[in-house]
């Protein structure tokens, strides 16, 4: 029996409207990968796929016997981890230049830490974060995190 590999591929989110969510993304400075038309945009992100697909035809494939969500926000907050704390500040007022909806301006956390969290258009969550003792590959994505 094949195990299930220990990885992240890709995350989709279900759009509303695909064209404005796109162009988001795009105003953030996401590199683009494939698109087609109104029915699906892709940015890779540090090794990590970002998908947006109609939220419709997501609802009918990975929630058929729900539907789609009503709006608001659905309980999962994506983060983009930075390698400094004085980058948090910088990475956040990006976004929210470029069309994010505040949510929580950058504060240092309990946990050692800062962050701050924004919105996209459609609400999907954000969370923009400096973590102690996590460290990244050339292309962004997580090879430590923790005590060394």
Known sequence: MTALPPRLSAVTLGARDLPRLRAFYKDLGFPTGF??????ASFLVGGVLLALYPLDLLAAEAAPDVGPPEGGWTGVTLTINVNARDEVD???????????????????????????????????????AWAPNMTFDDRGAVIQFGSE
């Open 35 to 40: 698109e087609n038309a109104d029915e699906f």
């Open 90 to 128: 910088g990475a956040y007022a990006a976004a929210i230049d470029a069309g994010a909806i505040v949510v929580g301006e950058p504060v240092d956390r309990e946990w050692g830490g800062r962050s701050g969290y924004f919105a996209d258009p459609e609400g999907n969550r954000w969370e923009v």
